[in-house]
């Protein structure tokens, strides 16, 4: 005997429920209470094509948070029961306002289908909805009916007992709610899985929302956990404080707010109207910043600004921040006698972790833009843009977020955009997503970037961080584009871009945003990079050269004291070698004086420029056999056609770590060859007179740390959400790509003679 099914029917009041439901269930009703509560109980038993069925008429409801005896009601019954499908009535005439409901029934995860109802009177009104696209974008069917005809509800009751039969499992759907809320719920989601008791009856991810929307039976249900509770606790609590102050709103109306946002993106894009209906603020301001031809205008000229508000603001502050690095570097090299602890201090921690402390202004301005652009809602906007020309590469609308949060505006971090690609629904977009999506220019590669643009682009930082912008993007699509139709060949799944509402940002949110950001590479400079700069000093400086070596320097030096102490006059005022600095005492007056004593001047000159020459050597000289130098020199049988020398390729060794280190890497390895008597200067300024290095090295090399490998926190997390074999195969495929890319850049500037 076949099985009998449960069908649960749902929606707003006055959608044309219990129309639908006399309609289906002719006179073979039940009408009860529901237990405990007053609230009417309808039910009816009917036979579909043999199959028996029980509808169960759900109390009229807006949404299923726990507001209302009938929303409790009806919650309960679908978490109890677990009816095998829900039938949502939804009003067509006011599409908008039905589907929040909808969407949290797909939030829940249960089997659902939709009657479209009420489409006579939507269409009197001149609106015109794509159902077809509207069931692609909800991922449900979607019936259209008009239930007081009886027209439809055939066709839907066929539906609904095909769905019914299929017993699929609860698929809770996604929504992206923003980086902070998605982060709580991620916590508390992690919490709440290690309790069977809850996480087996309701999907946890759903908890979890309840949980930051204040839902008051599920945080009492949760408080009776003693242990897991009072984390939730804990955690709903900081983010709900952290939302107040950065947003003046709380949790829950901000997530309200991102469903309907889900919502105006679904109707944007399946409701026509032949007659504007009353437009809010939001909508009018979309009409121009989402506009076809204007919208992305808009949107490239924002992302413009933005470089250049964050070069022209920050470009003071940063070399106020170099000559301080400088001053403590003088000051302590003065204090510390010379020897390795100096070399430590000065080259390893000074000049490694400050040259990437410098650049903290100029993340500053950065962070602060992006969160104008997060908080007034328009990121949102440029997603929604985005998705457009996205589609055309095999990624999905989501995507689009992931590639923003990964530094798709320069300043992002690939670690929480491979978290973002939680909200794709298919596996092949979502590792398409994290594996195209280290090409970002992040945070962190963002001041190697600055100091090589500063250094060889000063003129136009601005229109070249830009073009590096549109480079990424460029590179990431076309990366897709190969992996969606190779490796990971699959078909679109639909997808709706999230649209809040617009809101004025507060300037103490935007602070705090700026802050939150900037203090996280403080602290990454401060610990991280400075652990990986101290072992990469060590690797730079020993085993050190040998005692023959040294002496052979030691010799050249003393020959050229001999010469200078040997020049006519010389004898009366130096008589070592050890003390021909004395002269310094005596340097101006001989400048002033006879030919004889301004020849001895000169020699003074020669001398002084030859040790410095024989230093530089000698340093360079014990870098090149350190450990880091071995493997250094040895890649440049693969770099140099990249025109990368060995101090460049310890660099990129060290950026597997953390792209920062880049930065760190260069400014120690350039000051150990650093002549001793040189006021130091920002590692822009060195790289300028290092003889290889020019226009065309620095492009190459931004190119290359553009693509090579992701760092190795998002290694660990793309392994985390997917699996050791596609974390590996994003080192090596982004290995190749950048070598690749890298070549064809430098060899086509060598032919045509650019920037060299
Ligand atoms: C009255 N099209 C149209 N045009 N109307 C519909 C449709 C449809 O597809 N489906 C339902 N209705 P309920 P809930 C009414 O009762 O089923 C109408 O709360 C009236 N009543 O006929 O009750 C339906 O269960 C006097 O309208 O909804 C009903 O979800 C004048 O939508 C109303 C006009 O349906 C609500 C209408 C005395």
Redesign the pocket.
């Known amino acids: 005997m076949a099985e009998k099914i449960k069908i649960a029917l749902a929606?707003?009041?006055?959608?044309?429920?219990?129309?639908?439901?006399n309609n289906i269930t002719g006179t073979r009703q039940h009408v009860g209470n529901w237990p405990g509560v007053t609230v009417e109980k309808k039910s009816g038993l009917i036979k579909y094509k043999g199959t028996e069925i029980e509808i169960v008429d759900l109390p009229?409801i807006y949404s299923l948070t726990a507001y209302s005896i009938e929303e409790i009601v009806a919650r309960n019954f679908l978490i109890e029961e677990k009816p095998d499908v829900v039938v949502d009535?939804v009003d067509a005439s006011n599409l908008e306002r039905n589907l929040y409901l909808a969407v949290q029934f797909l939030e829940l995860g249960i089997p659902l289908i939709i009657a479209l109802?009420?489409?006579?009177?939507s269409d009197a009104r001149g609106i015109t909805i794509d159902v077809k696209k509207l069931s692609e974008m909800l991922d449900v069917p979607v019936i259209p009916?008009?239930?007081?005809?009886n027209k439809g509800l055939k066709e839907l009751l066929g539906q609904a007992v095909k769905v019914a039969t299929e017993k699929r499992e609860w698929k809770p759907v996604n929504i992206c709610y923003g980086g902070d809320i998605i982060s709580g719920i991620d916590d508390i989601e992690k919490l709440l899985e290690k309790n069977d008791t809850y996480s087996g009856k309701y999907p946890p991810s759903w908890l979890a929302i309840k949980c930051l929307e204040g839902d008051q039976p599920i945080l009492d249900m949760i408080k009776g956990d003693e242990m897991i509770g009072q984390a939730c606790f804990k955690i709903r609590e900081k983010i709900n404080k952290h939302i107040l102050a950065t947003l003046d709103q709380d949790a829950e109306s901000l997530i309200s707010d991102y469903r309907y946002g889900y919502i105006v993106g679904i109707t944007k894009e399946v409701v026509k109207r032949e007659r504007e209906s009353r437009l809010y603020l939001s909508d009018k301001i979309d009409r121009v910043l989402t506009n076809r031809i204007l919208g992305p205008i808009i949107m490239l000229l924002v992302l413009y600004g933005i470089y250049e508000f964050t070069f022209r603001g920050s470009e003071a502050p940063v070399t106020w921040f170099e000559r301080f690095f400088e001053l403590v570097s003088t000051i302590v090299s003065s204090i510390l006698p010379e020897g390795i602890f100096r070399s430590l201090i000065v080259s390893g921690i000074i000049d490694g972790v400050g040259s990437v402390l410098s650049f903290v202004p100029l993340l500053m301005f950065m962070f602060f833009a992006i969160a104008i652009l997060e908080d007034s809602g328009y990121i949102a906007r440029i997603a929604y843009m985005m998705d457009r020309i996205l589609s055309w590469f095999g990624l999905h609308g989501s995507s689009v977020m992931a590639l923003i949060v990964s530094g798709g505006i320069a300043g992002g971090c690939a670690v929480p955009g491979v978290m973002a690609t939680r909200t794709l629904r298919s596996s092949k977009e979502r590792i398409a997503t994290m594996l195209v999506l280290p090409f970002m220019n992040c945070g962190a590669k963002l001041p190697v970037f600055a100091m090589l643009i500063a250094a060889f682009f000063a003129k136009n930082e601005a229109m070249i961080m830009f073009l590096l912008t549109l480079l990424s993007w460029g590179f990431a699509l076309v990366a897709a584009k190969i992996l969606r139709i190779t490796v990971l060949k699959g078909a679109k799944t639909p997808f709706v871009m999230e649209l809040p509402p617009y809101r004025l940002p507060t300037f103490k949110g935007l602070l705090i945003h700026t802050w939150e950001r900037t203090w996280m590479y403080i602290k990454k400079a401060g610990t991280v990079i400075l652990a990986i700069s101290i072992l990469l000093w060590i690797m730079m400086t020993f085993p050190g050269l040998s005692k023959e070596e040294i002496n052979s320097f030691k010799d050249r030096k003393g020959a050229l004291i001999q010469e200078f102490l040997s020049t006519p006059g010389v004898n009366k005022i130096v008589k070592t070698g050890e003390g021909i600095n004395s002269f310094d005492k005596y340097y101006d007056i001989y400048t002033r004086g006879s030919e004889r004593k301004k020849e001895i001047v000169r020699a003074y000159d020669r001398v002084k420029k030859g040790i410095d020459k024989i230093d530089f050597d000698e340093q360079g000289a014990a870098l090149e056999g350190s450990f880091a130098g071995i493997v250094g020199k040895a890649l440049t049988a693969i770099t140099s056609p990249l025109g990368f020398e060995y101090r460049v390729n310890i660099a990129l060794v060290g950026g597997f770590a953390a792209k920062e280190v880049i930065l760190s890497t260069l400014g120690t390895a350039y000051s150990l060859g650093e002549g001793v008597s040189e006021e130091p200067e920002p590692l822009s300024v060195r790289l300028q007179k290092e003889p290889g290095w020019n226009q065309l090295t620095a492009f190459t090399l931004i190119i290359f740390m553009m693509l090579y490998v992701p760092c190795f926190v998002t290694v660990i997390v793309i392994k985390k959400e997917s699996s050791w074999r596609w974390a590996l195969f994003a080192i090596f495929y982004s290995l190749v790509s950048a070598y690749v890319v890298a070549l064809v850049v430098h060899q086509a500037g060598l032919f045509l003679g650019v920037g060299v």
Do not use: L, Q, Y
């Open positions: 929606g707003n009041p006055n959608s044309g429920k219990t129309t639908v439901f009229g009535i109802n009420m489409v006579d009177v009916t008009v239930a007081r005809s």
